[in-house]
């Protein structure tokens, strides 16, 4: 059999969509109302949206909380944290670190303290070490957008009062999220108008986005249920053990913490992050050099340098993340590729 010509290795920028979110976006696009509308085709376009709503609630555990639907998790950032003096880490994504004071600090794991939880922001997952936190009771808002899908989390006992979620991190299409809050939590709208989503973000609803969303969340949770995300840890192990045993001074950051089961950062000093991503793309791999967010910009990891690394081994960073597509085959063909070209580095270097 032939090898691949591509292999996609970059799910926390974003995952395939999934079939059952491309059923449901298909069957959207022929209600033709407004969901507004109190006619029969406003309320089956309506319908669609609170049947999508119900299956993100039930997925992430938020069964009573209100789940509001914006245009992602970069407008759900701004919706929960905007004009209220919250505090957070430098390890945050860059949506949140937008809306906060960056006080918090984050420990050579990458693990961050809370000493004000009512008053601070703190994520569930990093998205580029896959670095799990612990949240502490009564914290303010959690950005859920990596862990949503892959870890085993319900919101109504995270802690957090609200969370940040996206459709596109687990199979679902790209431009819709969600914030999801507990029901009674004061929130001022950003965007104002006709009122739409209970008021908290108006204009007209992206029917087909979200109804793309509810499948992708519902497929997500049963993944997760049956074990799924289990098998791709032991590939992501597989990746690792293979890397390490020829390549010593590669560090592998967050392994010896609880991390996300598809993510490794590969970090080998002296070898800058977007040169291997360039490398490994003419190699047909695609993988990243961090946050997706950040990519075209040639720099250290901000999330790394807030760990304590320098910046020559900060700017030496790749993330490898995996998804249930992945085969062993996959990451052995990577691990490979990659040793080859980090051979060559090293003879360069030497």
Same mark, same amino acid.
Request: hydrophobic share 45%; proline share 3%; with cysteine.
């Given at each position: 059999?032939?090898?691949?010509?591509?292999?996609?290795?970059?799910?926390? *920028?974003?995952?395939?969509?999934?079939?059952?979110?491309?059923?449901?976006?298909?069957?959207?696009?022929?209600?033709?109302?407004?969901?507004?509308?109190?006619?029969?085709?406003?309320?089956?376009?309506?319908?669609?949206?609170?049947?999508? =709503?119900? /299956?993100?609630?039930? *997925?992430?555990?938020?069964?009573?909380?209100?789940?509001?639907?914006?245009?992602?998790?970069?407008?759900?950032?701004?919706?929960?944290?905007?004009?209220?003096?919250?505090?957070?880490?430098?390890?945050?994504?860059?949506?949140?670190? *937008?809306?906060?004071?960056?006080?918090?600090?984050?420990?050579?794991?990458?693990?961050?303290?809370?000493?004000?939880?009512?008053?601070?922001?703190?994520?569930?997952?990093?998205?580029?070490?896959?670095?799990? /936190?612990?949240? @502490?009771?009564?914290?303010?808002?959690?950005?859920? &957008?990596? #862990?949503?899908?892959?870890? @085993?989390?319900?919101?109504?006992?995270?802690?957090?009062?609200?969370?940040?979620? %996206? $459709?596109?991190?687990?199979?679902?299409?790209?431009?819709?999220?969600?914030?999801?809050?507990?029901?009674? &939590?004061?929130?001022?709208?950003?965007? =104002?108008?006709?009122?739409?989503?209970?008021? =908290?973000?108006?204009?007209?609803?992206?029917?087909?986005?979200?109804?793309?969303?509810?499948?992708?969340?519902?497929?997500?949770?049963?993944?997760?249920?049956?074990?799924?995300?289990?098998?791709?840890?032991?590939?992501?192990?597989?990746?690792?053990?293979?890397?390490?045993?020829?390549?010593?001074? &590669?560090?592998?950051?967050?392994?010896?913490?609880?991390?996300?089961?598809?993510?490794?950062?590969?970090?080998?000093?002296?070898?800058?992050?977007?040169?291997?991503?360039?490398?490994?793309?003419? #190699?047909?791999?695609?993988? %990243?050099?961090?946050?997706?967010?950040? %990519?075209?910009?040639?720099? $250290?990891?901000?999330?790394?340098? #807030?760990?304590?690394?320098?910046?020559? &081994? $900060?700017?030496?960073?790749?993330?490898?993340?995996?998804?249930?597509?992945?085969?062993?085959?996959?990451?052995?063909?990577?691990?490979?590729?990659?040793?080859?070209?980090?051979?060559?580095?090293?003879? =360069?270097?030497?």
């Amino acid at each position: 059999m032939a090898a691949k010509s591509r292999t996609y290795l970059d799910y926390n *920028a974003t995952a395939p969509l999934r079939p059952e979110a491309r059923a449901a976006m298909i069957a959207a696009m022929d209600l033709c109302g407004n969901p507004s509308s109190v006619h029969a085709e406003g309320r089956a376009a309506k319908a669609q949206i609170e049947k999508a =709503r119900a /299956q993100v609630a039930a *997925a992430f555990g938020a069964e009573g909380a209100d789940v509001v639907f914006t245009s992602g998790a970069t407008e759900a950032a701004g919706l929960a944290c905007a004009g209220r003096g919250l505090h957070g880490a430098g390890v945050e994504h860059d949506a949140v670190r *937008a809306w906060v004071e960056e006080d918090l600090t984050a420990d050579a794991q990458g693990r961050v303290t809370v000493t004000d939880p009512a008053h601070s922001v703190l994520q569930m997952a990093n998205s580029e070490t896959g670095v799990v /936190q612990d949240l @502490p009771a009564g914290l303010a808002v959690t950005d859920a &957008t990596q #862990a949503f899908g892959k870890l @085993p989390v319900a919101f109504n006992w995270c802690g957090a009062d609200m969370a940040l979620i %996206s $459709a596109h991190k687990l199979g679902g299409p790209k431009g819709v999220g969600a914030l999801v809050m507990k029901r009674g &939590t004061d929130l001022a709208a950003q965007i =104002r108008g006709g009122g739409q989503e209970m008021g =908290r973000r108006s204009g007209t609803e992206n029917v087909i986005g979200i109804a793309g969303f509810g499948a992708a969340a519902e497929a997500a949770a049963r993944d997760l249920a049956d074990g799924v995300w289990a098998r791709v840890a032991e590939i992501r192990d597989i990746l690792e053990t293979s890397i390490a045993t020829a390549a010593e001074q &590669t560090i592998f950051v967050g392994k010896d913490v609880t991390r996300l089961p598809n993510t490794s950062c590969l970090v080998t000093p002296g070898w800058k992050g977007e040169t291997q991503v360039m490398q490994m793309d003419l #190699a047909g791999f695609a993988i %990243s050099a961090g946050s997706a967010c950040s %990519s075209g910009k040639v720099r $250290a990891s901000r999330v790394l340098t #807030a760990m304590g690394y320098d910046e020559v &081994t $900060a700017a030496s960073a790749i993330r490898v993340s995996l998804g249930p597509d992945v085969a062993e085959e996959d990451v052995l063909r990577f691990a490979e590729a990659w040793l080859e070209k980090e051979k060559k580095h090293r003879a =360069r270097a030497a």
